[in-house]
Nanobody, 125 residues
């Protein structure tokens, strides 16, 4: 069974950091582009960051540039999202997704084929 599982979410104070992980089971992530998305209550799901299968190309939403870093460790079949300087507006459920067009890093959810269940990130004092 093909599955993506996110972990690392939680409650953090403003200015704090979290590292999210996206682990795959049932398939290898080597050939997939990976995207991170988030959805806050009452808002549309938005693209946060993405990385191509090779790891050579990444992209970020303007709202997280300079604060978030996406990376991948294909040997561990895992992709990470390091989130620093967190703000209350970063509060959301964070999802990772895998896209079969590994060369294509996209912020559009329609570009992805497999999705995880999400992990809650809450930034609050």
């Amino acid at each position: 069974q093909l599955q993506l599982v996110e972990s690392g979410g939680g409650l953090v104070q403003p200015g704090g950091s979290l590292r999210l992980s996206c682990a795959a089971s049932g398939f290898t992530l080597d050939y997939y582009a990976i995207g991170w998305f988030r959805q806050a209550p009452g808002k549309e799901r938005e693209g946060v960051s993405c990385i191509t299968s090779s790891g050579r190309s990444t992209d970020y939403a303007d709202s997280v540039k300079g604060r978030f870093t996406i990376s991948r460790d294909n040997a561990k079949n895992t992709v990470y999202l390091q989130m620093n300087s967190l703000k209350p507006e970063d509060t959301a459920i964070y999802y990772c997704a895998a896209g079969a067009k590994g060369y294509y890093c996209s912020g559009h959810h329609s570009s992805y084929d497999y999705w995880g269940q999400g992990t809650q990130v809450t930034v609050s004092s």
